[in-house]
């Protein structure tokens, strides 16, 4: 296990998040099941956002392209085509001139405190199934395959998080990660801590 310090900042369109030796980024809130699942997971969460990092004139243009929708100018699918048409130019994942390397494409940041003292940890996969129809497809048919083989004990709705045993799913997900890099299975998931 590595210990860095994981660090944020308020920014106006969302928060400015940075792991040391890595470039702080930019970040926006985005829609996701994670942070209504989390609270039915882990009874004493008090706050967990969802978010995309991203370079900031990428999130400022997500931000434009908002509020014309909400003010009736624009209708999502013409936001829409514009980003498409922008994503001939560039990516949010793309990197730019500078030698800083970008913080990880998913993690997960917590904050709170162990024994009384501030503590921060963030966990992140090093490498991902190529593709978002891959990144979705592939971990819901491992979690299918769990479940059918009897390795989930709870009943009912329930998150992944609390449905699988988080070793033996990214032990069966690692084949399948090849991208940027194809990953030993034990260093798929990296966790970085920092206890004040």
Not at 18 to 42: A, D, L, Y
Not at 73 to 83: F, I, K, S
Not at 115 to 133: I, L, N, Q
Not at 167 to 195: G, K, Q
């Amino acid at each position: 296990m590595l210990r860095r310090q994981v660090g944020e900042e308020k920014a106006s369109h969302g928060s400015v998040l940075g792991i040391p030796g890595q470039r702080k980024e930019n970040s926006i809130h985005g829609g996701s099941s994670g942070p209504v699942s989390f609270h039915f997971s882990f009874s004493d969460l008090q706050r967990s956002s969802c978010i995309m990092v991203m370079p900031s004139t990428w999130a400022n243009e997500f931000k434009k392209l908002g509020e014309l929708i909400d003010r009736g100018v624009m209708t999502l699918e013409e936001a829409g085509r514009c980003l498409l048409e922008d994503s001939v130019v560039g990516s949010p994942t793309d990197t730019d001139s500078s030698d800083e390397v970008r913080l990880p494409v998913f993690f997960a940041l917590a904050k709170g405190t162990k024994e009384g003292k501030p503590a921060r940890v963030a966990a992140t996969v090093r490498s991902t199934p190529p593709g978002m129809a891959r990144a979705t497809g592939i971990p819901l048919a491992l979690g299918t395959r769990l479940h059918l083989q009897g390795r989930v004990a709870a009943k009912g709705v329930i998150a992944p998080e609390v449905a699988f045993q988080s070793a033996e799913f990214f032990r069966l997900l690692a084949p399948y990660c090849t991208f940027p890099v194809v990953p030993d299975s034990e260093e798929l998931v990296e966790v970085l801590r920092e206890y004040c």
